[in-house]
Every structure is written in structure tokens, then in C-alpha cells.
């Protein structure tokens, strides 16, 4: 019998050996059994909202304000609607649409004005929180191109409005946890079924067999990487159009010429520019400029000089630029951001374009920097919307695309504006640190490509100059001074008197000369009609809606029959 007990006692020893052996291997090999509370995960506040925004979280937090949704102003227009601007002077939110101004006080944002029509809402469109100012999202998803949705259990806020870029979607293979690190011995969220499409997050490599994902439904977390099925790259989509103005457009290809002058002047003169120029359709004359700080404007506006022009078959197209920001301390933050000044500005502009029968608007800001450039952006929707309410164009001027530039946003001006004039040239300017050409053919050709991948060909016209830039260099190869400006004639006239004759080189697609005097090397690359002919065929080629020349008095009557030529072939 004892030896019996001793035999139950080493076998019972054993299990329990096993058992406690089992349950290490059990710890060590189970998954988390553990379901994490969203709670506990997402610790946001009673009245706060996570955003999520093209399927993943942003840091910003929405709230929540008598059963109204909420987000940071700048959030919305970060994210969802590049249009909604926000002037936080005045406490004033400006929207502009195709179909008019959206305008909403702060002092009363239970109604808002769209155009001259007052509209009434059952919920505050503007919220303020300390210095941080929300916009309600009902609103936003009301005039913006996005789908939106609230979720609760965590309060969260889904919003797509990117419907352009490519993302990493796959389907679950099988049912399976959602845990919150990449491994099976973390917790889990949620239980996910098989077929369930998510979206994988590629910024994130696998671990342990684990992928990062996010739920449509806005829950980030793990799933084995073994379980994405079906990988497929799309984009989000959505029933919404986008909101395009609509396009005054000319009947024919526009050849436009950049008339400059320091004063007024009368048909004379607009004769004396253009008599040779048979081809010419729009005249752009230098007019207008900013003043001051007030949203006031300088004029050498001319009643004879727009009759004149009308008489030849032109359309007149008043410039304004920003030229003498130093001369006048223009501040232009403070003139395109102040919603009061902003409109002021637009007024004056309108009135003198309607004073002067004006057919168009050429707006030439140069100033403009990366800080500025939400308020010029805001400045030309809102200019736009009075001009074509009096039917008159507005056309913008920017050099050509680069990265540097990118602020200027041009597939947005593309949407807004009647015409993007990409200026062509000053590929070296005044400024340049090296010789070079004004305007090489490459130059013209990449920069042109470029600028079609952000706005239509019927909205893109291609400025070409009349001038180019005599270098002048040490023997070392610097630059001894800042280069001297040629007009056509001037730049051949210059050669000849120095004895030189320029060649053909290949890769500017211009003639080139040099020369040394009075110890200095001297450079220049030529602008004359076969130089001028080759970029008007890239310009056509492409489909462009016209040309441009800087400016009226730098060419020479036999360069308008080459333009002329390429004119005719667009009829």
C-alpha cells in the first residue's frame, strides 16, 4: 500500500511538472486573450474627437460643442478645402466658389453670406477655444469636396479629401484580432472579420510578422502580415465634383504683347508699338500698382489709348504689380490678408477696369513668398469672382515652374484663374551669379512640360522675351558687373560694332557670341526670329493657348512676320 501512495505521489508530481512546464509554454506561445478597452487605448477628452483624414490620425484633435463637430480652422484648410481662408485680423472666414463668395463673421456665425445672399444656420459656423478658432464640420462637408462621417466609442471624425493619390489597400485573409503592437502577445481591439478591407500602412515595415494597418473605420492597429490578401493600390472616391471656375475664354489663340511705360500715354504711342505687330490680339498695358498699405493702386489708365487698341482689334488687359513694394513699404500680407483691405483692393481694380472699358486684369506679382502666398492665392479667387461677374478676364504671371516656387500653387490657379501666363524667360537674370541665357530652348521646353502637368492647355499661355543679357566676366570667369538689357536690334548693332558674328549653338537653340575688351570677356546669347521660332514651336505643340512677348519695342518689325507665320497656322 505505501509502495502504491509513493507511485500516486511521483505521477501526480509529474503531471503537475507537466502542467506547470505546459502553462510556461502556454505564456510564452499563447496570444493576449485581453481585449483593450478603446478607452484606455485613446485617451481623448469628453469633448474631444480624434481626426482621421485619408484613413490616418493627424495630431490635431476635433471637439465636440452642444452635439456640433468641430475642427481647427487650420486643419480644414490644411486638409480638406485649400479654399477655406481664414483672416485672423478681422475673424473672418472667406470660402470662395464657383458659384460665389462664402463669407462668416465670428461676431455672428449662425449665418453666413454667399455673394449679396444672407443664409441662416441652426448651428455655429465658428467656435473659439483660447486662440485656437474651430470651424463646424457640418459647414465644411457642405462646401467642400470630401467625405465625411462622425464615429463614436472613440469619438472620432473620418474625413477623405485626397482623391488624387494611391494607397495600399488589402483584404483579411481570415477572421483575426486587431492587436495593438505587432505581436500576438499584445492586446486587442478589436475582433475583425474575413473579406474586411483595410488599409495597410506603408510607412511602417512588418514586425515580428506583424503589419500596421488602419480600419476604414478609422482604428489603427496590427494583424499578421500573412492575413493581407489582394493588395491593390487606389485612391479614395467620392460622388463630388470639383469646383472649377468657369473659364472666360478667348475665340482664338492669344498673342498678347507687354506694352511698358513710366506715364500716361494715348494711341500715338500704341501705334508707335505696334504697328508692325499684325498678329497682336492683346495688349498689356503697365498700369496699375499698388500704392500703399489701404488696398489703393497708382494709375496711367488711358481712355484714348483703350479706344485705340479696341479700333486695331485688340483687347486691353491692364496690368498691376507689386513692383514698388520697397519704394512704397507695400506690406503684402497685410493687403491680401485683411479680408477689408483685400476687397477694398479688388473694388478699385474693378472700377478701373470698368471706368476704362478694360477687357482684362493682368495681375504681375512678383513679391510673393511662401508666407504670402495663401493670401495672394485667396486674393485671385476672390478677384476673379468680381471680375467675371463683370465679365472682364483676369490673367496671372509666373515664372515657370519650379521646386522652390512651388508655393504658388499653379494647379489651383489653374482651376480659378481665366489665364496662367508662365513667363519663359530669366532663366539668368540680373541677379544670376553666372552667365547665361535669358531663355534657352530646353529651359522653354521643360518648363512648359511642367507647367501642363498642373493646369490645362486652354488656360496656359507661354511668354517669350524680346530681350537678352550682354555678360560681362572677368578673366577668371566671374562676373565683373550686372549684365546690360539688349532689345533685338540693339544686341545685333552691339556685335557689329565689335566685329564679331555669332553662331549657332545647339544646345540653347540660339546664336551665341563673345568677345574681349578693355580686359573683360563679354557673352551674350541672341533673341531673334529663328531662336524665337523654335520656342513658338514648343508652344504650339503643346497646345498652349497662346503667346506672350516681353516687351513691345525690343523686337524688330521682321520678327512679327515670324510670329505672324505661327499665328496663322493656329486659325
Given at each position: 500500500m505505501k509502495k502504491r501512495l509513493t507511485v500516486i505521489f511521483i505521477l501526480f508530481v509529474i503531471l503537475a511538472l507537466f502542467a506547470a512546464v505546459g502553462m510556461i509554454v502556454f505564456k510564452k506561445f499563447a496570444p493576449s486573450f485581453t481585449q483593450r478597452?478603446?478607452?484606455?487605448?485613446?485617451?481623448?477628452?469628453?469633448?474631444?474627437?480624434?481626426?482621421?483624414?485619408?484613413?490616418?490620425?493627424?495630431?490635431?484633435?476635433?471637439?465636440?460643442?452642444?452635439?456640433?463637430?468641430?475642427?481647427p480652422v487650420e486643419i480644414a484648410a490644411g486638409y480638406m478645402n485649400e479654399r477655406i481662408y481664414w483672416d485672423d485680423k478681422e475673424d473672418?472666414?472667406?470660402l470662395a466658389t464657383s458659384g460665389g463668395l462664402i463669407t462668416v463673421n465670428m461676431a455672428d456665425s449662425l449665418r453666413y453670406t454667399l455673394g449679396k445672399e444672407t443664409k441662416e444656420m441652426s448651428y455655429q459656423a465658428l467656435y473659439q477655444d483660447g486662440e485656437t478658432t474651430y470651424v463646424a464640420m457640418e459647414f465644411v462637408a457642405q462646401h467642400s469636396r470630401i467625405?465625411?462621417?462622425?464615429?463614436?466609442?472613440?469619438?472620432?471624425?473620418?474625413?477623405?479629401?485626397?482623391?488624387?493619390?494611391?494607397?495600399?489597400?488589402?483584404?483579411?485573409?481570415?477572421?483575426?484580432?486587431?492587436?495593438?503592437?505587432?505581436n500576438k502577445k499584445y492586446d486587442y481591439l478589436l475582433e475583425l472579420k474575413k473579406?474586411?478591407?483595410?488599409?495597410?500602412?506603408?510607412?511602417s515595415k512588418a514586425e515580428n510578422g506583424y503589419q500596421k494597418i488602419f480600419t476604414l473605420e478609422g482604428i489603427e492597429g496590427y494583424v499578421p502580415e500573412e492575413y493581407l490578401t489582394e493588395k491593390m493600390e487606389k485612391a479614395w472616391t467620392t460622388e463630388k465634383q470639383e469646383d472649377i471656375f468657369p473659364q472666360i475664354k478667348m475665340d482664338k489663340k492669344i498673342c498678347l504683347g507687354w506694352h511698358q511705360m513710366t506715364g500716361v500715354v494715348g494711341s500715338a504711342d500704341l501705334q508707335l508699338k505696334t504697328s508692325q505687330a499684325t498678329s497682336l490680339n492683346v495688349i498689356s498695358p503697365t498700369w496699375f500698382a499698388l500704392s500703399d498699405n489701404k488696398g489703393n493702386i497708382s494709375s496711367l489708365a488711358s481712355a484714348e489709348y483703350v479706344s485705340a487698341a479696341h479700333a486695331k482689334g485688340m483687347k486691353v488687359w491692364g496690368l498691376v504689380n507689386d513692383f514698388d513694394e520697397k519704394k512704397n513699404n507695400i506690406n503684402i500680407k497685410k493687403i491680401l490678408g485683411r479680408t477689408s483691405i483685400r476687397t477694398k483692393l479688388i473694388n478699385n481694380l474693378v472700377t478701373t477696369a470698368l471706368r476704362y472699358?478694360?477687357?482684362?486684369?493682368?495681375?504681375?506679382?512678383?513679391?510673393?513668398?511662401?508666407?504670402?502666398a495663401p493670401a495672394?492665392?485667396?486674393?485671385?479667387?476672390?478677384?476673379?469672382?468680381?471680375?467675371?461677374?463683370?465679365?472682364?478676364?483676369?490673367?496671372?504671371?509666373?515664372?515657370?515652374?519650379?521646386?522652390?516656387?512651388?508655393?504658388?500653387?499653379?494647379?489651383?490657379?489653374?482651376?480659378?484663374?481665366?489665364?496662367?501666363?508662365?513667363?519663359?524667360?530669366?532663366?539668368?537674370?540680373?541677379?544670376?551669379?553666372?552667365?547665361?541665357?535669358?531663355?534657352?530652348?530646353?529651359?522653354?521646353?521643360?518648363?512648359?512640360?511642367?507647367?501642363?502637368?498642373?493646369?490645362?492647355?486652354?488656360?496656359?499661355?507661354?511668354?517669350?522675351p524680346f530681350y537678352t543679357r550682354l555678360w560681362k566676366e572677368t578673366k577668371k570667369g566671374k562676373l565683373a558687373s550686372r549684365p546690360a538689357v539688349y532689345g533685338m536690334s540693339s544686341a545685333e548693332s552691339l556685335l557689329q560694332s565689335q566685329g564679331v558674328t555669332s553662331e549657332w549653338d545647339e544646345a540653347t537653340g540660339q546664336y551665341y557670341a563673345e568677345y574681349k575688351a578693355d580686359n573683360y570677356k563679354y557673352r551674350i546669347w541672341l533673341e531673334e526670329e529663328t531662336s524665337l521660332e523654335k520656342k513658338l514651336e514648343v508652344v504650339?505643340?503643346?497646345?498652349?493657348?497662346?503667346?506672350?512677348?516681353?516687351?513691345?519695342?525690343?523686337?524688330?518689325?521682321?520678327?512679327?512676320?515670324?510670329?505672324?507665320?505661327?499665328?496663322?497656322?493656329?486659325?
Open positions: 478597452p478603446m478607452s484606455e487605448q485613446y485617451k481623448i477628452g469628453k469633448e474631444e474627437a480624434l481626426l482621421i483624414i485619408n484613413g490616418k490620425p493627424v495630431e490635431a484633435r476635433g471637439k465636440l460643442v452642444s452635439g456640433v463637430v468641430y475642427v473672418i472666414l472667406c467625405n465625411y462621417s462622425y464615429m463614436q466609442e472613440p469619438n472620432r471624425i473620418l474625413v477623405q479629401s485626397d482623391f488624387e493619390s494611391s494607397n495600399t489597400f488589402a483584404v483579411l485573409a481570415d477572421d483575426i484580432r486587431l492587436r495593438v503592437g505587432p473579406a474586411k478591407e483595410v488599409l495597410v500602412d506603408t510607412s472699358n478694360l477687357d482684362g486684369i493682368n495681375v504681375d506679382f512678383e513679391k510673393i513668398t511662401a508666407k504670402t495672394y492665392l485667396e486674393f485671385l479667387r476672390e478677384l476673379v469672382l468680381a471680375c467675371h461677374a463683370n465679365n472682364i478676364v483676369v490673367s496671372v504671371d509666373d515664372y515657370l515652374p519650379t521646386e522652390s516656387s512651388s508655393f504658388y500653387n499653379w494647379a489651383e490657379q489653374g482651376k480659378v484663374v481665366d489665364y496662367v501666363i508662365f513667363m519663359a524667360y530669366d532663366e539668368h537674370y540680373s541677379g544670376s551669379k553666372e552667365s547665361g541665357s535669358v531663355s534657352s530652348l530646353p529651359f522653354v521646353k521643360n518648363g512648359v512640360e511642367l507647367g501642363l502637368k498642373y493646369i490645362p492647355a486652354e488656360r496656359v499661355v507661354v511668354a517669350l504650339f505643340d503643346n497646345k498652349a493657348a497662346g503667346a506672350a512677348f516681353w516687351k513691345l519695342g525690343f523686337e524688330r518689325p521682321v520678327t512679327w512676320t515670324t510670329i505672324a507665320k505661327y499665328m496663322q497656322k493656329q486659325e
